[in-house]
């Protein structure tokens, strides 16, 4: 009889989107039938970890201060299990945005990082980054892009860009300071007047009132209201907006990218590296000038960035996939390895 190594999934949020999503490639068939995984919810803020019966560990949850005993008594306690984490929150412009000490911030990071066996990048950019502020070598790290079911998304029709009618640039998610959504608002509102050019935001959050308040009854700017199903509201979009002031990797990105929805990105930089010839990269806290670009979108080989968009998706679930599983192996066997890019 073959062992199937049992791998136990640490989360401690289990309302968490991204992460609960990302999760589920590990019910995928290759992956199914070589481990067996289980997700087991936990308090971070326990002081002495349980005991597991697993032969590999990954934690799904973000490293600090206050949980570091339990990741230290996670480690001492499951000495025989490998453990991975896989880091779905960190990233340059998150340091920025919100730690007003990096040098304690990069120490916990480092003392946290100690613990794990490999820590998973979720983006070149957070790779690049860990390694720079030497927060874990190099040889621990492993790049593997966040996994999100994409075929309903590969199965909608393509936008036809080319016409004469108004182009719909969509943009859905949180509606929260930082995801951007004043600064794209604000951004078409500097657009020079133009009909030809709509907006439609997605999504439900504390400031929703405020952003309907900016738009200011512009008969352009219209709010879709909760998006269960990424598909479904990019049925009515053209164009994908992603303004977020930071993103460790940025599933909309990728998942607009099998829409065949070209995107227009915010300069940071897990957002960047997805954009490749799919679309365009965007400063939307420059109001003036990012409502220009918006205005120009018409002159841009948009037909062909959507092709390149959805291109560039067609294989994405089954080489993660391939990726996991390859390194799941590689882990349980333990094989050092060598950091490698998914």
Request: aromatic letters at 10%.
């Amino acid at each position: 009889m073959i062992y199937l190594p049992k791998i136990v999934h640490l989360i401690s949020d289990l309302s968490l989107g991204g992460v609960t999503n990302n999760l589920k490639i590990f019910d995928q068939d290759l992956l199914k039938s070589k481990f067996i995984s289980s997700i087991v919810p936990i308090k971070t803020q326990w002081k002495i970890a349980p005991l597991y019966d697993a032969d590999i560990i990954i934690t799904h949850f973000s490293p600090s201060w206050a949980n570091l005993p339990f990741l230290f008594s996670l480690r001492q306690r499951n000495a025989r299990a490998k453990i991975i984490h896989v880091e779905h929150s960190y990233s340059p412009e998150w340091e920025k945005y919100n730690v007003p000490e990096p040098h304690r911030f990069r120490a916990m990071l480092k003392f946290s990082y100690a613990l794990f066996d490999r820590v998973v990048c979720v983006s070149r950019t957070q790779f690049k980054w860990i390694e720079t502020i030497r927060a874990a070598d190099s040889e621990k790290l492993k790049i593997i892009n966040p996994w999100s079911n994409i075929e309903s998304l590969l199965a909608l029709t393509a936008p036809k860009l080319d016409g004469d009618r108004p182009l719909v640039v969509g943009s859905f998610g949180r509606l929260v300071k930082e995801k951007g959504f004043e600064d794209l608002i604000r951004s078409f509102l500097n657009m020079p007047n133009n009909d030809d050019i709509l907006l439609l935001i997605g999504g439900y959050g504390p400031d929703e009132n405020y952003l309907k308040k900016i738009a200011s009854n512009d008969s352009r700017i219209k709010f879709y209201g909760i998006v269960d199903h990424p598909a479904e509201f990019m049925i009515h979009c053209d164009i994908i907006a992603v303004p977020s002031y930071f993103e460790t990797y940025g599933l909309v990105a990728s998942e607009a990218k099998a829409a065949a929805r070209p995107v227009l990105v915010s300069p940071v930089g897990a957002l960047v590296e997805q954009v490749g010839n799919a679309g365009l990269v965007i400063d939307f806290t420059q109001y003036t000038s990012a409502g220009q670009c918006l205005s120009s979108l018409k002159s841009w080989p948009l037909q062909r960035m959507s092709d390149e968009a959805r291109q560039s998706c067609h294989d994405m679930n089954i080489n993660k996939i391939l990726i996991w599983s390859e390194f799941l192996n590689e882990v349980f066997k333990g094989e050092a390895g060598l950091s490698q890019v998914a």
